[in-house]
């Protein structure tokens, strides 16, 4: 039975696609599992914190701090070397990284870690590839080695550029690393299929997964009775947050723009107080951050329409749910969205950045519950399908083994 280590940044935060989820399934499996985070917010024994020291989160303002002046990433914090010297990352046979960019993390350890350990690495966004943001939208200077950077302020903002350094530094980095690397789409696939930087590694495809008997409809108007929605009024859910990649912009214009004798709940999740201006036209409950399962569930159950006008989308985590629980989605183009809802079975994209495609779109489903409850239907019957935890819980164990096996192989190669 294979050992295996899961390192992310956090546990709760993100957990349906950090690593904790997988880690919880694999050990209901038999696995032993482990889960070595950054910030440890849950009670779960199976959980460390990465070096837990006093003062670490004021080191690690500090470093960022600094990384955005000189426009280096995830160069300067030492925590990830000291899991050199740690049992449990010595005792695994495996490690698995999520998330690992952001500042905690420092990617130079990588060529270490990953010659003392068979390795995977799940990428969450494109960082990966480029020479500092994590979703270079229509530029394609990560094709190239990056420089001239047309946005330093696109998250990870930096304020000098130096874009085409850390594209470098990143490339020496990975050359001197093996590992397999994890995407969940095939926007994703074949964007690091075509990165200069990681196209040697072998990329594996592995949709996200979910516990569908979590994650599956119940009753609506209990849901709507007990979240507080005005009985008989359409509930339009999406993620409030001011990230420039979830296009709040376009739901505002769509907002503004509607006009309907309807009454409209606005719920949201994320951020609280983003949609003020509309109080008094439409009701508003604002979730804030949700980490609870049976609330996010119930939120979702709620809604009549979920609303994802992302610009940049390397997956899009709420839109599987969503479609777990019968809801349509509605998305732009040109991001993963559309490979993930499967338009029209999973919901309808629209062009992408075209808010009165959208607006149109969204009018239409507020207007037509045949409309909605038919694409809601089809997307539960496609997340059934193709989003459940046990796929993707089974396709990792077998990334695993391949990984873990062709590891020991090419010692014994070297030792002959």
């Not at 300067?76 to 005792?91: E, G, M, Q, S, V």
């Not at 590694?201 to 005005?230: A, M, W, Y």
């Not at 107080?273 to 604002?286: N, S, T």
């Amino acid at each position: 039975m294979i050992k295996v280590l899961q390192v992310g940044h956090s546990d709760l935060i993100g957990k349906r696609f950090n690593g904790y989820d997988l880690n919880k399934g694999l050990r209901l499996q038999g696995i032993q599992c482990e889960n070595c985070v950054c910030d440890k917010l849950s009670d779960d024994d199976n959980t460390w914190e990465l070096f837990h020291v006093k003062n670490k989160k004021y080191i690690d303002f500090i470093a960022k701090y600094i990384e955005k002046k000189i426009a280096l990433q995830s160069l300067l914090t030492p925590w990830a070397f000291t899991l050199l010297y740690d049992k449990r990352f010595n005792t695994s046979d495996l490690v698995h990284y999520h998330v690992i960019h952001g500042g905690y993390f420092n990617i130079a350890s990588l060529p270490l870690l990953t010659y003392r350990k068979p390795s995977v690495w799940t990428l969450h966004d494109p960082w990966a590839i480029t020479g500092h943001c994590i979703h270079p939208y229509n530029c394609n200077k990560w094709l190239t080695g990056c420089g001239r950077c047309p946005d330093l302020n696109i998250d990870f903002a930096v304020d000098k550029d130096r874009t085409a350094l850390m594209w470098k530094f990143k490339k020496y980095i990975y050359d001197r690393s093996t590992i397999d690397i994890v995407v969940a789409s095939q926007w994703m696939y074949n964007k690091s299929k075509q990165s200069p930087l990681l196209s040697k590694f072998r990329i594996n495809l592995i949709p996200f997964g979910l516990d569908l008997t979590v994650f599956h409809p119940i009753d609506d108007q209990i849901s709507k009775k007990e979240l507080g929605v005005i009985p008989g009024s359409i509930v339009i859910l999406f993620r409030a947050t001011n990230s420039i990649f979830k296009g709040i912009s376009f739901i505002r214009y769509c907002l503004r723009k509607l006009t309907t004798d309807k009454s409209i709940c606005l719920l949201t999740v994320n951020e609280r107080g983003l949609m003020d201006e509309f109080r008094g036209k439409y009701q508003i409950i604002d979730l804030g951050w949700v980490n609870d399962d049976e609330q996010i569930v119930k939120a979702y159950n709620a809604a009549d329409i979920v609303l994802m006008p992302s610009t940049a989308e390397a997956f899009g985590m709420m839109a599987i749910e969503a479609m777990a629980c019968g809801k349509p989605v509605l998305t732009f183009s040109g991001t993963s969205l559309s490979e993930v809802i499967n338009p029209p079975k999973g919901g309808i994209s629209v062009t992408q950045g075209d808010p009165d495609a959208l607006f149109a779109v969204l009018e239409d489903l507020i207007n037509n519950q045949n409309m909605r409850l038919k694409i809601g239907e089809s997307a539960l019957d496609f997340a059934r399908k193709h989003y459940n935890i046990t796929n993707y819980l089974n396709k990792h164990l077998e990334l695993y083994s391949e990984v873990i096996a062709r590891r020991k192989s090419d010692k014994l190669k070297c030792d002959y």
